[in-house]
């Protein structure tokens, strides 16, 4: 291979740790056993550990896949081949020839066990008003949504978007889409007009469902009024299904379709299209480093596998547990771990429409003491946030129900990791940091499952999960390796021609592109021992609060972004273009990070500096690659700039830079 794969240095960065050592093995006990703890294990011979299962997974994979699929999945008809992979092709294929409905698998098999176990609990913005949800009213509602969908024309194989925060008839509506054979496409309900109509045409939707009206942290949203805005440059779009989530009315058009009314209309039983596994499950679209926005693509079986293995080995779910993951379901995270992996599991899963710091920043605590949350799963952000509000606000709440820590998104510090443990789990839940990506679709390298006793060393994501076989890449261009996945070896990877864009594309200047392996653009160390820690992102994508945004989301908030700054302190000044969906010191603090961690790439820690007009081209793009060399100080590299809209705006740039390194009286 030209770009050897290899390599455990452990750099600085993880040598300088507080190796504390945890043991949280409480759960598995002394009389750990893996076939107890995975039923299928008993039929791996010579498989007695967790890491001779780890092994069997990725040296027999299909063998390990195909059992696990035969025992957690319902099939329509049985599938013939596990895999059928060729990454250097782009072809990712599992579980060909079986037929299953990810709702009936999601649903339907628990409502015959357990119709009235709660499947999900909607923690609504209001606190103490939470709404209970059990597996037959959740079937109900996402049979009486799919008819609907049916009688406005949707077909199977069309693509649905669904702009929602999170609530009940947002769940349902992803799993009335999976159950008569549509594609949903979640956007964010914080995105602005343009990304939403960006993202409309580009998955042609015919079908756009929303609310009148979010609410959030107390505030008002008019997403119905974001939607009609969107909608004028959508000509695909024919239907609107609008929710009510307020009792405000909202102007309605032809195109409006009173989604309550009209469902109600509809009968409780909708019969589950048999899909192929590789169906088209859902879109989801990320940033990417041109900006662009990348429609990213699931399948049906491979990814409600992994989703729903992951969700119980990585956070050691249970029968009866409830799990509280906080993220939005307009990211992969809230797909995964709110929706497919929970209930795919049987499990109650809660909804949290709300932020960290509302009404006050014991919100989730309180939340956890009054749902009884036993495993909850969190952004680093919001808990670096806490952490500065004291930790009485996290005392003031019992606790005892938490049984696991998750952390996601962005590399949690060890100052952040150890509060969490120490103060928000007493010190006896495990604290799990969980890497992966939209990508990905499901977790990838996380702390647990692991042997019994094995550490956690807080800030380390730990190791691979079965089936995955990170590799990193040395390159003298970045600092740190890169982390690379042998990607054909699980089933959740996305899919279609993007795997083949993605598989050429090797943005670390190899004279041949990666062949065979999928560069992730996170940067990692792998000790001696073999734990990975991540470090962040190698690219100009931008991480805000755990979720990958590119300029162009930001630039879409923000009007004029005066950035910029570090050293004696952090300093933004943003002028917002419209209000978004967020508290706006938890906004504040995104965009410092995201700040920070942008020019932190740089290298340049004591860069200080005050953009008034950045580089852009006539197109509106930052010409990220002339900043970058200003900050490296190689401006005789600056190459081509007849793009530029304003070419001075370099020298804007150059002469501010020079004064904040202090260089200006030598001009
Ligand atoms: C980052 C979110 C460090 C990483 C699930 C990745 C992390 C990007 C971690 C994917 C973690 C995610 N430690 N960084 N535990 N988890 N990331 O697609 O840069 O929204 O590439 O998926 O988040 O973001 P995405």
Redesign the pocket.
């Known amino acids: 291979m030209m770009c050897s794969l290899w390599r455990g240095t452990l750099l600085t960065l993880t040598s300088s740790l507080n190796r504390r050592v945890f043991q949280c093995c409480r759960q598995l006990g002394r009389s750990y056993n893996i076939a107890s703890c995975m039923p299928e294990a008993v039929a791996f011979q010579g498989v007695s550990d967790h890491s001779g299962l780890y092994k069997f997974s990725v040296n027999e994979s299909d063998r390990f896949w195909g059992a696990v699929a035969r025992q957690r999945l319902s099939w329509i008809s049985p599938f013939h081949t596990v895999q059928n992979c060729d990454f250097s092709q782009g072809k990712i294929k599992w579980f060909e020839g079986g037929k299953l409905n990810v709702s009936v698998n999601c649903l339907d098999r628990h409502v015959q066990t357990c119709p009235e176990r709660v499947a999900l609990i909607w923690e609504r913005d209001e606190p103490g008003t939470e709404v209970k949800i059990t597996y037959r009213q959740l079937l109900e509602l996402t049979c009486r949504l799919g008819n609907l969908l049916k009688r406005q024309g949707v077909r199977r194989g069309d693509c649905v978007t669904i702009y929602m925060p999170p609530c009940p008839l947002a769940m349902a509506s992803m799993l009335a889409c999976a159950r008569i054979g549509a594609a949903h496409n979640v956007v964010f309900a914080g995105f602005s007009s343009e990304a939403l109509a960006d993202r409309i045409r580009d998955a042609q939707s015919s079908t756009v469902i929303t609310v009148n009206q979010g609410v959030r942290g107390g505030k008002v949203v008019d997403l119905k009024r974001t939607v009609d805005q969107a909608v004028q440059n959508c000509p695909t779009v024919q239907q609107v299904l609008v929710a009510m989530r307020t009792e405000n009315t909202v102007p309605m058009t032809d195109r409006d379709v009173p989604l309550e009314e009209e469902m109600m209309k509809e009968d409780v039983v909708c019969e589950p299209v048999a899909m192929d596994s590789e169906d088209v499950l859902f879109l989801l679209y ?1 940033s990417g480093s041109t900006g662009k926005p990348k429609g990213l693509v699931h399948t049906q079986a491979g990814y409600l596998l992994y989703t729903s293995l992951t969700h119980r080995y990585v956070f050691n779910y249970h029968d009866g547990d409830v799990f509280g993951c906080v993220a939005d379901i307009g ?3 809230g797909h995964s771990y709110i929706v497919y992996g929970p209930l795919c599991n049987g499990g109650t899963t809660v909804l949290f429409e709300s932020t960290p710091v509302y009404p006050n920043p014991g919100r989730y605590w309180e939340m956890v003491e009054r749902l009884g949350i036993n495993q909850f799963y969190g952004a680093p952000t919001a808990i670096r946030l806490l952490l500065k509000y004291g930790d009485e606000w996290v005392q003031n709440y019992n606790r005892s129900s938490l049984k696991t820590l998750g ?6 510090n060890t100052e952040a990791w150890e509060w969490y443990h120490r103060v928000v789990g007493d010190g006896r839940c495990p604290v799990v ?7 990905t679709g499901g977790i990838c ?1 996380a702390p647990r499952p692991a042997d019994p006793e094995a550490e956690i060393v807080p800030g380390m ?1 730990m190791h691979p999960f079965y089936g995955i076989k990170p590799a990193l890449l040395d390159t003298e261009v970045v600092t740190g390796d890169g982390v690379v996945l042998q990607s054909a070896q699980f089933p959740a990877f996305l899919r279609l021609r993007l795997a083949l864009c993605y598989n050429q594309y090797c943005p670390l200047n190899c004279a041949t592109p990666l062949l065979g392996f999928f560069f ?3 940067g990692a160390h792998r000790s001696k021992e073999g734990y990975y820690q ?4 190698l690219d100009d ?1 931008i ?1 805000v609060s ?3 945004l590119g300029t162009a989301e930001l630039e879409d908030v923000v009007v004029c972004t005066i950035i910029i700054m570090f050293g004696l302190g952090v300093y933004v000044f943003v002028v917002l273009k419209k209000a978004v969906m967020v508290e706006e010191d938890v906004l504040a603090q995104q965009l410092r990070e995201m700040v920070s961690r942008s020019i932190a790439k740089y290298a340049c820690p004591d860069f200080i500096q005050v953009v008034r007009c950045l580089p852009k081209t006539r197109s509106g793009k930052i010409m990220r690659r002339v900043l970058r060399k200003v900050v490296e100080r190689n401006t005789d590299e600056l190459g081509d700039l007849s793009t530029l809209d304003d070419p001075d705006s370099v020298h804007e740039v150059i002469r501010g830079h020079r004064r904040l390194r202090g260089d200006g009286k030598q001009q």
Do not use: C, F, K
């Open positions: 990320t990211w992969i995270t952390s996601v998104g962005e590399p949690i940091d969980t890497w992966w990506q939209t990508e390298i994501a992730t653009g996170d991540i470090i962040g992102r994508v991480n755990g979720h990958r």
